[in-house]
């Protein structure tokens, strides 16, 4: 039987309308005119027999059954073009997407990457560098994270645990932080918009208190590090990520790292099952903090 669909180029005007709030910008994205983007409007209310649409001072806005479908064709269109890029990856040779914190990437992933290379030549690696709330959907084969809390079960269940992790406060050198039984006092405290939780963690593991005047918010790691070196306050960070900053007397950890017990962790992407170039990565990923370890 043929399917029951309205024009699909009137679901995109109709879908890029209803995200950017505006005919214009709509016909902006997808290379129409305001005028051609309307009348895709106008048929796909017309196709459908009901009002999508409600006047809105000089504009349009989403009525409850326009809302209805904008979150069908929204999910629809993003399954269809991920599924279509992979596909085109696919057709290209073996490829896997890890999505990670710009962070992890930039200071331990990027610098080991030639191993992967030299191993996997034939394996096109695509990196996501977001932060921590936005790679969720980015269409990645693996989502590497370690505080795993807010993903729904059925992820934190497909969970590949990779290495232990540990945390710790550090500071410039000279900074004024203080210990002062099961309180560390400092002026400012940074911390990560996005997984400020991870103080929470530490002060239960450690048993500790940190006691704080003011606190910075940055929304990457990276930059909290940066803070933390320009003497603006104490960041809370993985040890892995300022291990260079530590050797050269750059930071101090007067504290220590204690370890956080989730660990650092893959999760697959739920719409298809690990590929053998994903499967390669994390064999590689899972070998090389091995070796650090043991290093160490």
């Known amino acids: 039987m043929p399917r029951k669909l309205p024009p699909l180029s009137a679901l995109r ?20 005119t305001h005028g051609a983007v309307s009348r895709q409007l106008r048929s796909l209310q017309d196709h459908s027999g009901v009002e999508l649409f409600e006047k809105a001072g000089t504009g ?7 809302e209805a479908l904008r979150q069908v064709v929204a999910k629809s269109l993003d399954a269809l073009e991920q599924g279509w890029l ?5 057709a290209r040779g073996p490829s896997v997407h890890v999505a990670c914190s710009a962070t992890f990437a930039m200071r331990w992933l990027v610098p080991h990457l030639q191993g992967f290379y030299r191993r996997h030549p034939e394996i096109r690696l695509r990196l996501s560098m977001t932060s921590a ?38 500071c410039a050198p000279g900074h004024a932080i203080t210990r002062d039984g099961e309180r560390l006092v400092c002026s400012t405290r940074i911390a990560h918009e996005h997984s400020a939780s991870a103080w929470e963690t530490w002060q239960v593991n450690t048993g500790l208190t940190a006691s704080h005047e003011a606190e910075l918010f940055f929304p990457h790691t990276h930059l909290c590090i940066e803070a933390a070196l320009a003497g603006l306050g104490v960041a809370l960070v993985e040890q892995r990520m300022v291990g260079e900053d ?10 220590g790292f204690v370890p956080f017990a989730d660990g650092l962790a893959a999760i697959p992407a739920r719409d298809h099952g ?8 994390l064999a590689w990923i899972a070998e090389e903090f091995a070796a650090e370890a043991a290093a160490h």
């Open 246 to 255: 530590l050797a050269a007397g750059r930071l101090v950890a007067p504290c």
């Open 133 to 170: 709330q936005e790679i969720r959907h980015q269409g990645a084969d693996l989502v590497l994270v370690w505080d795993r809390r807010s993903y729904p079960a059925c992820d934190r269940e497909r969970a590949i645990r990779l290495t232990d992790i540990a945390f710790g406060p550090v």
């Open 86 to 90: 992979r596909v085109l990856e696919e």
């Open 274 to 281: 690990v590929s053998p170039a994903a499967r390669a990565f």
């Open 13 to 32: 005007a109709f879908e890029a309308t209803a995200r950017l709030g505006s005919v214009t910008r709509a016909g902006e994205e997808l290379g129409r």
């Open 60 to 66: 349009l806005r989403l009525n409850e059954r326009g």
